[in-house]
């Protein structure tokens, strides 16, 4: 699918056109590089999702593509592989150091590691909240707390007029990770203005289809009423489904069901009515990080901020695209 991003530059932000499913073979863990060659060393929070898979193939195939040598690390979900991984890069002298923070602090240290080595950093998907932003050149991602935003703006739409009360049970992503705070906080900023909506549960289910199941087993025995399920990604979302069905529940009718990222699994089930709203989150980072990690070496200045726009769909929405998703 083209992935359209208007490119308009407001208070040293940039919003970027860029091609989704960039070509170039999968190259996989680290490549040759020549002298002349940039290095980029990359610490990937893991493959926990569909949206963390395909985020993953669009780094690797956009450093082949782009001729960048990348040092590829999977840290398996844990901040101390993160940390490890820096410091490896540190050590072998890369050009340019990208990751995606797997939670938002403890991040300083390893970073000033980094700064002291004169190896700029580039923050992917996730942010931090260290307040020293000299820390990193910019930050490409989304604004999650716009998405939280955009599913209790259809929640609020779907219930208009309605006085019963509403129950919701929410399905949080990893704990301390940006992601699952403003996910939570940008939907909660809405639902408090109408009383009828309530969360009546709320746990992580750690981005995970398994921990999503599991979780939504135990809110369908202990909520007596469940009304809706907020899920702060499909994988969680498509787990519960799972569970509903077992519990002898029709997803989408006896539970409304509203998701974020917008995976290819997502986009099936929203298609058949299973899922009613997705707030999309793209994965498709990596053409634009190439683009940056060539421009912070050529030592250009580059905005603060690059954040990746984003859409939502409908189920007659995803039935017109999902042919052509690419992830
Ligand atoms: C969001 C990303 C989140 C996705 C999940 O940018 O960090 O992590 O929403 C993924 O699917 O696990």
Known sequence: MLKRLSIAVAGGLLLASTMAGCGGSDDAGSSGGGDDKITLGFSQVGAESGWRTANTKSIQESAASAGIDLKFSDAQGKQENQIKAIRSFITQRVDVIAFSPVVESGWGTVLKEAKDAGIPVILTDRAIDDPDTSLYKTFIGSDFVAEGKKAGDWLVKEYEGKTDPVNIVELQGTPGAAPANDRKAGFGDVIKADPKFKVVASQTGQFTRTDGKAVMETFLKSQPKIDVLYAHNDDMGLGAIEAIEAAGKKPGTDIKIITVDAVKDGMTAL?????????????????????????????????????????????????????????
């Open 271 to 327: 298609s058949e009515g299973k899922i009613n709203f997705i707030v999309e989150c793209s994965p498709l980072l990596g053409p634009q990080l190439m683009d940056l990690v060539k421009k912070v070496q050529d030592g250009q200045t580059i905005p603060q901020r690059v954040l990746t726009e984003e859409t939502t769909f409908t189920p007659e929405q995803a039935k017109e695209v999902l042919a052509d998703r690419k992830y």
